[in-house]
């Protein structure tokens, strides 16, 4: 079973940035499209940005331009690097491994979540 670790949350005021950081177990990491999903208070479990194990990234609107997702193979580790940082960015980030690989539509290939790593975007 794969399992992941999640990092590098926090809290920032708007405009501010945020670098993510997601390790994954196991020794297919490659094979895999990977995801950031983000849980906001109250809603469902969105996927905001994914990357196709050839490197494609995909990103929900909202965050276009502003986030950047990549991956580095040899470390089993997935990165989000956020930039431009508003209040509605707020929630739990978690990342697995995505079926589909086309957000905001959540298709994760793992029923183990890891803890997750909050991030606060607040004045």
């Known amino acids: 079973q794969v399992q992941f670790v999640e990092s590098g949350g926090g809290l920032v005021q708007p405009g501010g940035s945020l670098s993510l950081s997601c390790v994954a177990s196991?020794?297919?990491?490659?094979?895999?499209?990977m995801g950031w999903y983000r849980q906001a208070p109250g809603k469902q479990r969105e996927l905001v940005a994914a990357?196709?194990?050839?490197?494609?990234?995909h990103y929900v609107d909202s965050v276009k331009d502003r986030f950047t997702i990549s991956r580095d193979n040899a470390k089993n580790t997935v990165y989000l690097q956020m930039n431009s940082l508003k209040p509605e960015d707020t929630g739990v980030y978690y990342c697995?491994?995505?079926?589909?690989?086309?957000?905001?539509?959540?298709?994760?290939?793992?029923?183990?979540w890891g803890q997750g790593t909050q991030v606060t975007v607040s004045s």
């Open positions: 196991g020794s297919m990491f490659s094979i895999y499209a």
């Open positions: 697995n491994a995505d079926g589909q690989a086309r957000p905001p539509t959540p298709r994760p290939l793992f029923g183990s």
């Open positions: 990357i196709t194990s050839l490197n494609n990234p």
